[in-house]
Structure formats: C-alpha cells, structure tokens
C-alpha cells in the first residue's frame, strides 16, 4: 500500500564566500537532492539589436572528494548587445534558494560585448548544489543550473552523524517534526498511483543527520535518513485500492526522539465511468461592414465541452478565406476573428458569411449575412478665417473701421453644411446653410467699434454638419487711418 518515500528536497550553507574576477556576491550555496530534476529558465532574451545570453556556470571541481573545507570557484559568460552605453545587472542563484547581491557593470561602445563573472565559495561539509547567474537588465535572462557535489573525505573522529564541526552530542541536538495529507480527502476511481501524499517536516535547532520512519494505521510504512540543515521535508505517498480511513505521523528515531502529529486521511472509491465525447461548436457569429474601402469582417464563439484541439475555416459566400486552430486544456468557449475582407464584385452588394468548425469527435458551422456596401456619406471642413477688407468710411462717424473675412468650406461630396460665425466668442447670428460639392467660399463682416479709432478681437467659423468642423480661432485688428494735418 505504501511507496518508498522519497525526501522533498536537501540543503546545506555555505559558511563563507569571496569573488574572483569581476565583482561577485558572497553565495549561501546549496541544495536539494532533488535539485537536479529541476527545470531552468531560458537562458537568452531579445533586444532590439540582438540578444542577451549567460552560459552555464562552470565549476573548478564539478565532483570533488577530499578533505574539507574546500574552496570551489564558479564562472559564466554574459554576452550583451551594446549601443552606447549599458548598464548589465546580475546576481548569482544557489540552490538552497538564497540569492547573491546584485552587481553592475558599465559597459561602453557598440555590438555584443560578453563579461566572465566569478564566484569563489568556499564549503566546509558534503553538498550536492547547483549555481546559476540571473540577468537583471538590460533584459531579465537566467542561466541554466551549473551542477556540483563535495564529497569529504574521512578525518579523525568524524562520522555522518556529526554535524560541520565534527563536534556533537545528543543533548545538544532538538529535532521536532510536524506532518500533513494532500488531500486529506479523496473521492473517485481508485487506480494505480499515488492518492494520498504524506509530507512531514523536520526542524532541528544544529545541523546533524536525522533518522526517521512514517508510521501508517500504526504500521511502519517507510523509513530513511537525511542531512538537516534548519528545515527539511520529507514525505511518501499511497494508493488506496479500495474505501478506508486512517492515519500517518512522522516518527524521529534519531539523534533525537520526537513523534509528529497525526495527519488523518479519508479515501471513497468510486467506479470510474468512461468520459463523455468531446463536442465543438460555433455560436455567436456577428458580421459587419466598413463602408469606407468596401471590407467585411466578422467574429463568433468556438466552444468545446472537453480539451480538444479545434480547427476552423472562414468562408465568404462559400469560397473559404483564412482557417485557424485553437486549443482547449478542458471545457471553455473562446473567441475567433476574421479580419476585414475587401470586397469586390457581386460580393460588394451583401452575402454570408460561414464559420466551420471541427473537433475530434463533430463538426459544426454557422453562418450570418452581411450587409451590402454603401458610399461614404460626404464630410466637411473648413480653412482657417483670413481678413479680405478693412472698411474705413465708418471712421468718419466716430467709429472704428469695419471689417469683412472669409473662409472656404470643402466637401467631399454633394452635401448640405450648416455652420454659424462666432465674433469675440459669441455666437453672431443663427446656423447658415449652403450647398457645398468641393470648395466654396463664405464671407462675413463686423461693423466698427463705437467711440473708437480700432476695431479688434477674434473670429470663428463652426460648422456643425454634417459633422463638426471649426476654423479655428483667428485674431483680427484694424486702425482708422490718421487723419491730414
């Protein structure tokens, strides 16, 4: 019922660190046994002018024995596209999860430009651990891992129950555990492979070798023995065959004695029932056409009841146009585009549109109309306002000259365009009305100012359809003339 357990994960510290090269942090290495199962991230990112690029860390001994402490040095090359000037941030990554301090680098000129940076670290136990370098900028990139193991070589006295120092006694070792199900419940088929995962939790106040068991109904299921740094997690799993409840708890059997809580499970096993055969659809097609250039486009809803790779295929008027694929992980709806269609022709005056779909298991399409293309309604502009005459024979009243503007409303096609004056900010008179097929002209005047030898202020030209267009406001000025001496 019970499967060999296998530990979550090891780690160790690294009790002292110095760089070498270009400036390096110190590194808290370490690690997990598992660690070298473990993915690692893309180890180049684009730029504009090329790519960013870090190289696996290399180690001076990739799998040392001997005596202990040993100091194992660690390189990488950063390759960085440079243009002027560039700033290349890092930092070194250990496998306990620690990280180094970020360093800076200026780097000048242009092209790929790569720097060698270094990590000395020095080791005073057995480790297995990984290093890796993370590029912060100019674009964020981490390197592969670099691998290691330090394996320490027998001296006086010292056996692997000892702690770093070589120095330990019971007493001055505490070892407590603690313990959990995942899940704790269980509902379904009851097939080969793990139901029920147990993990457990060793903390211990000195690092030493810690020897435990799991205890399962009162039964031992498991048993082993790991280096503990500060914390560790260890774990094994079932597979129920059949209903049940029960127990597991983590039992430390040396250097120290301690006995987790108990971590209840509960497993109902169901008959399995074959699942249902996916199903795919097309709903929700809606068509539209642009006017302005004659182009339809549409989109619509592709569904599936289960994970199912969809293919699709856009037709108008039966002649097919653009296909795609899409992908489901489980039951969803997404949303597919056909992007716009010129369209010339007999297809000019209106037709359909038919989205197809095909799943693993069916077909299905849909298909909507679309409307027919129609000219652009004609819009309107107009120039900015330009003073054409200064009248002077107003001076004679006492009164400034008066002053007449013009301003040319453009169409592009025939249409009607309302439009008003505004003088000073204030509407003048009502909306005027022309016929405009192109260009025309319009004018407009204001008297002079009374009491005054000037006339001045603003002027504007609105026009409000057949959609809203301004002139733009223009300053005016205009001076009686001085009279004979």
Not at 67 to 93: D, H, M, Q
Request: proline content about 4%; glycine content about 10%.
């Amino acid at each position: 019922m019970a499967r060999k357990a296998a530990a979550f994960g090891a780690s160790a510290a690294v009790l002292a660190a110095m760089a070498a090269g270009l400036v390096a942090s110190p590194a808290q290495a370490a690690t997990s046994a598992a660690a070298g199962k473990a993915g690692t991230a893309t180890a180049a990112k684009s730029t504009k002018s090329g790519k960013v690029s870090v190289t696996t860390p290399k180690v001076s001994s990739k799998d040392y024995q001997g005596s202990c402490p040993v100091n194992l040095r660690f390189s990488s090359r950063i390759s960085v596209p440079v243009k002027g000037k560039t700033e290349l941030a890092y930092r070194w990554l250990h496998g306990d999860g620690s990280k180094g301090k970020v360093q800076v680098v200026k780097l000048k000129g242009h092209g790929t430009k790569s720097v060698t940076v270094k990590e000395s670290v020095t080791f005073k136990g057995e480790v297995k651990g990984w290093e890796a370098v993370q590029v912060l900028g100019p674009k964020k990139v981490t390197s592969k891992k670099g691998y290691f193991s330090v394996s320490c070589a027998d001296q006086g006295g010292r056996n692997d129950g000892d702690d770093r120092s070589g120095v330990r006694t019971d007493k001055d070792v505490s070892v407590s555990a603690r313990a959990w199900a995942s899940p704790s419940s269980y509902e379904g088929a009851c097939t080969p492979g793990d139901k029920i995962d147990f993990t457990g939790l060793i903390s211990v106040n000195h690092p030493t070798w810690v020897r435990y068991r799991w205890i399962l109904n009162g039964e031992v299921a498991d048993h082993g023995k790991v280096k503990v740094w500060n914390k560790r997690k260890v774990g094994f799993g079932i597979s129920p065959r059949h209903s049940q409840r029960g127990w597991a708890q983590l039992e430390i059997v040396g250097p120290d004695d301690a006995l987790s809580n108990r971590a209840y499970y509960k497993v109902w096993c169901k008959d399995s029932t074959p699942a249902p055969a996916v199903k795919v659809s097309a709903t929700n097609l809606v068509t539209a056409t642009n006017h302005n250039g004659c182009k339809v486009g549409a989109h619509a809803t592709v569904s599936a009841t289960g994970a199912a790779r969809v293919q699709y295929t856009w037709a108008v008027n039966g002649e097919s146009v653009a296909k795609g694929e899409s992908l489901f992980a489980g039951s969803g709806s997404k949303t597919v585009e056909l992007s716009e269609q010129a369209l010339t022709g007999e297809a000019a005056k209106g037709g359909k549109i038919t989205l197809t779909v095909t799943g693993p298991n069916n077909n299905d399409s849909i298909t909507q109309s679309y409307a027919a293309c129609e000219a652009p309604k004609p819009t309107a502009s107009v120039s900015s306002v330009s003073v054409t005459n200064t009248r002077t024979d107003m001076c004679k009243d006492n009164r400034g000259p008066g002053v007449d503007f013009s301003a040319t409303l453009h169409s592009t096609g025939p249409t009607t365009v309302r439009y008003y004056w505004v003088v000073n900010g204030v509407k003048d008179v009502n909306v005027l009305e022309r016929q405009v097929n192109g260009d025309l002209a319009v004018t407009w005047g204001v008297g002079g100012t009374q009491n005054s030898k000037e006339t001045k202020g603003t002027i504007e030209l609105v026009v409000v359809s057949p959609n809203a267009a301004s002139s733009g406001v223009a300053n005016y000025s205009a001076t009686c003339p001085k009279a004979d001496a």
